[in-house]
C-alpha cells in the first residue's frame, strides 16, 4: 500500500480518540497563568460525574425495584450517599504539568427521596405499576473548608438543595419471578466551590450540575431480604467557573465553560424489610471514560472508574 493511501486511515484513526485541547478562555498553556486556568477547568471536567453519582447514587427508590402502584400509598427514604473524592491543590502555581492532590476526602451527600404510588393494573404476565418519584439534596453552605455552596443556592435555613424528579414504571411477576423496573430521574445541583483567592489560593473553580439518570432495575425478595441489581446511564451538564491569579502579573481573570458528560452507572442493593421500615445499602461503580484534558493531576485518572456507596432506612405507608 502506498503511503498516501495511509494517510486517510490515520485521520480516522486520530479522530476516533478524544483529543485535549486547551480551554477557550484561557491563556496559552505555555504561561503559568494558563496552566492555572487550564487546571480549574480540567479539575471540573473530572469532579462532575462524580458529583453525579454522590447527588443521584444508582437506584432512585433505594433498596427496591417495586413499584408502589396503589393511588394514596407512599415511601419516604432517608439516606447518606458517600464517594471517596481526591480534591486538587487550589495553591498550585503553574510551575509544572503536575497539579499536587490537597487532600483525599470520604465526602457524605445527605438525601430524602419520596415515592409515591400513581396507578396499578392487574396483567396475564403480572402487575405493572407506575410511580412519582421526588428528591431533596440537602448540604450544608459551609460544608467544608475545601468546598462550599455558592452563597446564592437555593435554600433553607442554613441547608443548600438540590431537587429531583422523575418516574418509576415496574412489572412484578409474581410469586419466585422477579421485579422488573424502569426508571427516570432529572436532578439538578447549585454551583460548589472549590478553592478561594480570598484565602491566598491561586484558583477558584465552580460548577452546577444537571443529570439525567436512567435505570433499569430487576429485583426479588426472599422474606424479608430484597436483593436489587442493575444498571443504566447517566446525562451530565454543568456551568462551570474559573476564578484565577496570574502569578507574574498579579491579575485575577475568570472564564466561564459548559460541560458535557455521560457515564454507564451499574449498582446492587441488599435491604431488609422491618415491619414498615427497610434498612438498607447500597455498593455501585461509574464505568471509567476517557476525558480530553490537558492537566495532570496527581492521584486522579481521567480514565478511571468511580465506586460510590450508600445506606439509608425508608418508611412506607
Request: with cysteine.
Given at each position: 500500500?502506498?503511503?498516501?493511501?495511509?494517510?486517510?486511515?490515520?485521520?480516522?484513526?486520530?479522530?476516533?480518540?478524544?483529543?485535549?485541547?486547551?480551554?477557550?478562555?484561557?491563556?496559552?498553556?505555555?504561561?503559568?497563568?494558563g496552566r492555572i486556568c487550564q487546571a480549574g477547568a480540567d479539575a471540573l471536567?473530572?469532579?462532575?460525574?462524580?458529583?453525579a453519582a454522590l447527588v443521584g447514587g444508582g437506584n432512585p427508590v433505594p433498596?427496591?425495584?417495586?413499584?408502589?402502584?396503589?393511588?394514596?400509598?407512599?415511601?419516604?427514604?432517608?439516606?447518606?450517599?458517600?464517594?471517596?473524592?481526591?480534591?486538587?491543590?487550589?495553591?498550585?502555581?503553574?510551575?509544572?504539568?503536575?497539579?499536587?492532590?490537597?487532600?483525599?476526602?470520604?465526602?457524605?451527600?445527605?438525601?430524602?427521596?419520596?415515592?409515591?404510588?400513581?396507578?396499578?393494573?392487574?396483567?396475564?404476565?403480572?402487575?405493572?405499576?407506575?410511580?412519582?418519584?421526588?428528591?431533596?439534596?440537602?448540604?450544608?453552605?459551609?460544608?467544608?473548608?475545601?468546598?462550599?455552596?455558592?452563597?446564592?443556592?437555593?435554600?433553607?435555613?442554613?441547608?443548600?438543595?438540590?431537587?429531583?424528579?422523575?418516574?418509576?414504571?415496574?412489572?412484578?411477576?409474581?410469586?419466585?419471578?422477579?421485579?422488573?423496573?424502569?426508571?427516570?430521574?432529572?436532578?439538578?445541583?447549585?454551583?460548589?466551590?472549590?478553592?478561594?483567592?480570598?484565602?491566598?489560593?491561586?484558583?477558584?473553580?465552580?460548577?452546577?450540575?444537571?443529570?439525567?439518570?436512567?435505570?433499569?432495575?430487576?429485583?426479588?425478595?426472599?422474606?424479608?431480604?430484597?436483593?436489587?441489581?442493575?444498571?443504566?446511564?447517566?446525562?451530565?451538564?454543568?456551568?462551570?467557573?474559573?476564578?484565577?491569579?496570574?502569578?507574574?502579573?498579579?491579575?485575577?481573570?475568570?472564564?466561564?465553560?459548559?460541560?458535557?458528560?455521560?457515564?454507564?452507572?451499574?449498582?446492587?442493593?441488599?435491604?431488609?424489610?422491618?415491619?414498615?421500615?427497610?434498612?438498607?445499602?447500597?455498593?455501585?461503580?461509574?464505568?471509567?471514560?476517557?476525558?480530553?484534558?490537558?492537566?495532570?493531576?496527581?492521584?486522579?485518572?481521567?480514565?478511571?472508574?468511580?465506586?460510590?456507596?450508600?445506606?439509608?432506612?425508608?418508611?412506607?405507608?
Amino acid at each position: 500500500m502506498r503511503p498516501y493511501c495511509l494517510a486517510p486511515l490515520a485521520a480516522l484513526a486520530l479522530g476516533a480518540a478524544p483529543l485535549a485541547a486547551q480551554t477557550p478562555g484561557c491563556p496559552a498553556d505555555t504561561t503559568q497563568g494558563g496552566r492555572i486556568c487550564q487546571a480549574g477547568a480540567d479539575a471540573l471536567t473530572l469532579f462532575l460525574p462524580i458529583e453525579a453519582a454522590l447527588v443521584g447514587g444508582g437506584n432512585p427508590v433505594p433498596g427496591s425495584a417495586l413499584a408502589l402502584g396503589k393511588f394514596g400509598r407512599f415511601r419516604i427514604s432517608g439516606r447518606v450517599g458517600l464517594v471517596r473524592v481526591t480534591i486538587p491543590d487550589a495553591s498550585f502555581d503553574g510551575t509544572s504539568d503536575t497539579v499536587p492532590a490537597d487532600k483525599r476526602l470520604l465526602v457524605p451527600m445527605p438525601r430524602f427521596d419520596l415515592d409515591v404510588g400513581i396507578l396499578s393494573r392487574k396483567l396475564p404476565v403480572g402487575t405493572a405499576a407506575v410511580d412519582l418519584l421526588g428528591s431533596a439534596v440537602v448540604v450544608p453552605m459551609g460544608a467544608s473548608s475545601r468546598y462550599r455552596l455558592d452563597e446564592n443556592a437555593r435554600r433553607i435555613g442554613g441547608l443548600g438543595l438540590g431537587l429531583g424528579f422523575g418516574l418509576r414504571a415496574a412489572l412484578s411477576m409474581g410469586g419466585k419471578k422477579p421485579t422488573v423496573s424502569l426508571n427516570v430521574m432529572k436532578r439538578d445541583m447549585p454551583a460548589i466551590h472549590f478553592g478561594d483567592l480570598s484565602q491566598g489560593d491561586l484558583m477558584s473553580a465552580s460548577t452546577t450540575l444537571s443529570a439525567i439518570n436512567a435505570r433499569l432495575l430487576v429485583g426479588g425478595k426472599l422474606g424479608p431480604l430484597q436483593l436489587t441489581g442493575g444498571g443504566g446511564i447517566d446525562l451530565i451538564k454543568g456551568k462551570g467557573r474559573v476564578t484565577f491569579e496570574d502569578p507574574v502579573t498579579s491579575t485575577d481573570s475568570t472564564i466561564t465553560l459548559d460541560l458535557s458528560t455521560s457515564r454507564i452507572n451499574t449498582l446492587i442493593n441488599v435491604a431488609f424489610d422491618v415491619g414498615p421500615l427497610t434498612i438498607w445499602g447500597e455498593g455501585g461503580f461509574l464505568v471509567g471514560k476517557a476525558e480530553a484534558v490537558v492537566t495532570t493531576f496527581q492521584r486522579m485518572d481521567p480514565a478511571g472508574g468511580q465506586f460510590y456507596g450508600g445506606f439509608g432506612v425508608a418508611l412506607g405507608l
